[in-house]
């Protein structure tokens, strides 16, 4: 995977099919309507969407599940690593990158998701994941609208809200309300290889 100067991803494996390239205009991936209907349990996302902060890649999912995973994973790290220099710039807290999914099965965005986020919380990014017919119900137990696709947001954490997301993982959700990016690189002991992933990720549950 790689990423090019207006901040699009390229799949080089053939797994994805890039279907639209990076674009600020949810109109152009047929996500407004969804995307209006979630302002109000999101009050960053309006801003974002307004000052051009939030963007869209879209993929077809068209190979093995294996190499799916992989290919969205790798396209993941490209928009974590997209985001973080954003995050010290003006509005940098509203800056948020989403990995769209088409014809893919909900399973296969699970472990991306699970390496992702933990790789990138500690440097203080909240990776979400939403799938495509998936409901949900906010604090107060009310149905949150349901997605019309599979997609991975890459955003900057909001230190002092998000850590209760991640009341499952609590270690997480600590070093999430703490995190500062140093500037690390979140590979230092771990091979980019997705299969050594998998496996890193994995042995977290234990």
Same mark, same amino acid.
């Given at each position: ?12 494996? *053939? ?36 000052? %051009? ?39 940098? %807290? ?29 440097? *203080? ?7 495509? %017919? ?73």
């Amino acid at each position: 995977m790689t990423a090019h100067a207006d901040g699009a991803l390229r799949p080089t494996a *053939g797994a994805l099919r890039l279907v639209e390239a990076r674009t600020t205009d949810p109109k152009a991936v047929d996500i407004a309507p969804y995307m209006e209907a979630i302002y109000t349990y999101c009050p960053y996302l309006a801003p974002s969407v307004e000052r %051009g902060l939030t963007g869209w890649t879209v993929y077809e999912a068209e190979g093995e599940a294996e190499d799916v995973e992989a290919e969205v994973f790798h396209a993941g790290v490209q928009a974590a690593e997209w985001v973080r220099p954003l995050a010290v710039r003006r509005h940098g %807290g509203l800056v948020c990158e989403n990995i769209m999914v088409l014809g893919s099965h909900a399973e296969l965005l699970t472990w991306p998701h699970w390496a992702l986020k933990n790789l990138y919380g500690p440097v *203080g990014l909240m990776i979400g994941k939403f799938h495509a %017919g998936e409901q949900r119900t906010n604090g107060d137990g009310r149905g949150i609208t349901v997605p019309p696709v599979s997609f991975l947001p890459v955003r900057v954490a909001v230190r002092p809200r998000d850590p209760r997301f991640l009341a499952a993982t609590p270690d997480l959700a600590a070093a999430l309300a703490v995190a500062v990016d140093d500037g690390r690189d979140v590979f230092e002991d771990l091979p980019q290889e997705w299969k050594a992933v998998r496996a890193w990720a994995k042995g977290l549950l234990a």
